[in-house]
């Protein structure tokens, strides 16, 4: 399988703080990575994604950069908030496998009010 | 809509035992996929499907079967559980291809435990 890791497996901040989430993955076709969130007892909840062709994505409270150099991606999230506690997840799509998609393990962000 | 469901949430199997997963969407999405999560690992692709009576391995399917008759459902067979299939599964749906920007809708998932 592919490896795509995450550097720190947990996270703590403080609320209103920034959090930064990092990944690695080790594919350099893939072209294509999401990162999601996933609450305790949930099913994964898409959060934002981001093509090899950009290096930053922003969403509402949520920013991707992409460094395709390092093989590197990271989850920024403004302003945390007690909700964003969860496990995130970051997956790529290497362009040679279709439809097939490769996780990490997950980092479990926990938000200190 | 209900989105993505799952039934039963929770299911103990004797080590031989068969049970089906079930999975259904309102969505009208044309893909469907099946996922294992086991602890402290990402999500692995067991199947997928890009539509009805189309089905295709994902990077785990040993151990597993699926169908897909209709658009709405894609039932998960086990046939002969073994301790190493305790996981939870998530079904997840999309439009199209997730590769083309079609976010994946997961269901909360069956969490199942082989004993």
């Known amino acids: 399988g592919e490896n795509v890791g995450l550097h720190l497996p947990t996270l703590s901040v403080q609320e209103g703080d920034n959090s930064i989430i990092n990944c690695a993955y080790s594919?350099?076709?893939?072209?294509?990575f999401i990162w999601y969130k996933q609450e305790s007892g949930k099913g994964p909840q898409f959060i934002i994604d981001?093509?090899?062709?950009?290096d930053k994505r922003q969403g509402q409270r949520v920013t991707v950069l992409l460094n395709k150099t390092v093989k590197h991606l990271s989850l920024q999230i403004a302003a945390t908030q007690p909700g964003d506690s969860a496990v995130y997840f970051c997956?790529?799509?290497?362009?040679?496998?279709?439809?097939?998609?490769?996780f990490g393990t997950g980092t479990s962000l926990t938000v200190i009010p | 809509n209900a989105g993505v469901t799952q039934t039963p949430k929770f299911r103990i199997l004797k080590i031989g035992q068969s049970m089906t997963l079930q999975c259904t969407q309102d969505?009208?999405?044309?893909?469907m996929y099946w996922y294992r999560q086991d602890p402290g690992m990402g999500l692995k692709l067991i199947y997928y499907?890009?539509?009805?009576?189309?089905?295709d391995k994902g990077e785990v399917p040993n151990g597993y079967n699926v169908s897909r008759s209709t658009t709405e459902d894609f039932p998960l067979r086990l046939e002969l559980a073994a301790p190493s299939q305790t996981s939870v599964y998530f079904c997840?749906?999309?439009?199209?291809?997730?590769?083309?920007?079609?976010?994946?809708?997961f269901g909360p998932g069956t969490r199942l435990l082989v004993l």
């Open positions: 997840a749906s999309s439009i199209g291809l997730a590769v083309a920007q079609e976010t994946q809708y």
């Open positions: 594919n350099s076709a893939s072209d294509y």
């Open positions: 981001i093509r090899s062709n950009m």
């Open positions: 997956a790529e799509n290497p362009s040679n496998t279709g439809n097939q998609f490769y």
């Open positions: 969505m009208n999405h044309n893909y």
């Open positions: 499907s890009v539509g009805a009576g189309i089905t």
